[in-house]
C-alpha cells in the first residue's frame, strides 16, 4: 500500500479522492500565504485543475497518511523540471507543526533518489515562512540564492522573496546511511 513508509507516516500515491482535502487545504489562508496567492477556485474547478495535472505526468505525487490513525494529513508533489524538480509540501491545517512535514519530506527525498536519476531537488520557501525554512535547515538543504525570486505578495502588495534550497543526492543518500 504504502510506497515508502516509516513509524509514524506512509506515502500513498495522490487520488482523485485526495481532492476534497487538497480543496480544503487550499481554502486555509496560512496555506495561501505559503504559496503567495489567494485561492478563489470552486471545488469543480480545482478537479479539472487537478486532472490537468495528472494529465501532464507528474511522476511523484503522493498523500501523507498518520500511520497510528490511517488520517491523511497532507500532500508532496514533485515537479516536472527534469533537471532540478521542486518539492512542495501542503500539510493539512490541524496537522501542522505535529513533524509531519519533516518526516514526510526525509522520506520522499530519500524515496526520489532511490528511484529517480536527478542529481539534486529544490525547495521553494516564502522568506517569512518560518517553519518552512527551519525544516528545510534541518533536512539538510543549502541556500541557492542565485534561485531566488522576487514577487509581489499577493496580501499586502509589498515585494516578498521566495528563496530557493537545494540539496543534493549525494548529501541525502550520505544522510540515511548514518
Known amino acids: 500500500m504504502f510506497i515508502v513508509e516509516n513509524d509514524l507516516v506512509g506515502l500513498i500515491r495522490y487520488t482523485h479522492y485526495d481532492d476534497v482535502d487538497m480543496y480544503r487545504c487550499w481554502q486555509d489562508i496560512e496555506t495561501q500565504k505559503g504559496y503567495n496567492g489567494k485561492f478563489t477556485q470552486t471545488f469543480e474547478e480545482f478537479k479539472i485543475f487537478q486532472v490537468k495535472q495528472f494529465k ?3 511522476k511523484f505525487w503522493v498523500t501523507i497518511v498518520d500511520k497510528r490513525s ?11 523540471d527534469e533537471i532540478c524538480p521542486d518539492l512542495a509540501i501542503w500539510i493539512y491545517p490541524r496537522y501542522r507543526n505535529k513533524g509531519y512535514g519533516t518526516t514526510s519530506f526525509s522520506l520522499a527525498l530519500k524515496y526520489i ?7 539534486e531537488i529544490s525547495a521553494g520557501v516564502y522568506e517569512n515562512n518560518v517553519y518552512s525554512l527551519k525544516m528545510l535547515r534541518k ?11 522576487l514577487e509581489k505578495n499577493a ?24
Open 139 to 149: 533536512l539538510g538543504f543549502d541556500y541557492y540564492p542565485d534561485g531566488d525570486v
Open 56 to 58: 501532464q505526468g507528474f
Open 155 to 178: 496580501f499586502t502588495g509589498n515585494s516578498i522573496k521566495q528563496l530557493e534550497y537545494r540539496i543534493t543526492r549525494t548529501r541525502v543518500i550520505n544522510l540515511c546511511s548514518l
Open 70 to 80: 490511517s488520517q491523511r494529513v497532507g500532500v508532496l508533489r514533485l515537479g516536472l
Open 113 to 119: 533518489f532511490e528511484n529517480y536519476h536527478y542529481p
